[in-house]
């Protein structure tokens, strides 16, 4: 057995426990097409009753999937997606789980990137993600900085933190695979961040790109990088600048990559998102989600020390 063969057996009889009789719908676009129909495989292996739904590719990360295949989200048991673009904040998904459908989706995912960051201890993971989520949970704000020029302050007051451990066995459950990170949708943010890696972009060339965050919206976005990502968020309105998400990486297995997938997982790492946050508990619903990532990250909640110069120091 290769190390992809075990990381989709992972994926399917591990982290979403897929039983004989279950109804599994694996959505795929048609890049991911042949990873779509390994994973299908898998769960029909399993002795559930599994469908591949192939699209074509979505224009940008959080951009509804077609009728059909946001219609068999919400009917089925529990749904894979492995495609070239985001369907985590759509609200095909959030329909999905709020009907009971336990799913994974794998954003830009690779089989190098599956295989790797499958294979990681999944206890100690799980219990990175669960202390950086209890704690987001508890908090009232956020600092995180970084020695290119990272100062951001969050609120998180109202809002809670969620664990993305790879455990998906629970009605309803969802979560991005590879996993490895705690996670929480803030109310405002306030200050800057110099980004090393972006959604839909890669890594910056030279200096971070760097971003100024105002009343929990981007501002203004200086350097090649930040200008591409300003355009994309911006294409889609005053709400694609909307402060969505601040997340933290707890997968020892990641590195640094260029795939946002993979580097925001990376242990010692801060994301930010921007964009939609109604599917992780924030308010804003709109077709885009794009993420940021800090390394080298000092993190602080409520004074409790998460990060130190990206060393995880919650332990």
Known sequence: MTALDRAVRTVVRRCLAIREGEDVVVVSDEPLQELGESLRREAQAAGADAVLAVMSPREGHGVEPPAPIAAALSACDAFIAPATRSLSHTQARKRASDSGARGATMPTVTPDILARLMDVDFD?????????????????????????????????????????????????????????????????????????????????????????????????????????????????????????????????????????????????????????????????????????????????VDGTTVLDAGRYVLD
């Open 124 to 300: 100690r993971l799980g219990a990175r993600c669960r202390a950086v989520a209890d704690l987001l949970d508890r908090g009232e704000e956020a600092h995180v900085t970084c020695p290119r020029g990272t100062d951001l302050r969050l609120d998180l007051r109202g809002r809670r933190g969620l664990a993305d451990d790879g455990d998906l066995t629970a009605p309803g459950a969802f979560g991005n695979l590879p996993c490895g990170e705690g996670f929480i949708a803030p109310a405002d943010g306030e200050g800057t961040v110099a980004a090393r890696s972006l959604a839909a972009i890669g890594l910056v060339g030279g200096h971070p790109a760097k971003l100024t965050i105002e009343g929990g919206r981007l501002t203004r976005a200086a350097g090649p990088e930040g200008e591409r990502l300003w355009e994309l968020l911006t294409a889609h309105g005053e709400l694609g600048t909307n402060l969505a998400e601040l997340g933290v990486g707890t997968n020892d297995r990641a590195r640094l990559t260029g795939n946002v997938l993979e580097d925001e997982k990376i242990l010692g790492t801060v994301h930010v998102a921007f964009g939609a946050s109604a599917a992780i508990g924030g308010t804003v619903a709109v077709p885009v989600h794009l993420d940021v990532v800090v390394t080298d990250a000092g993190l602080t």
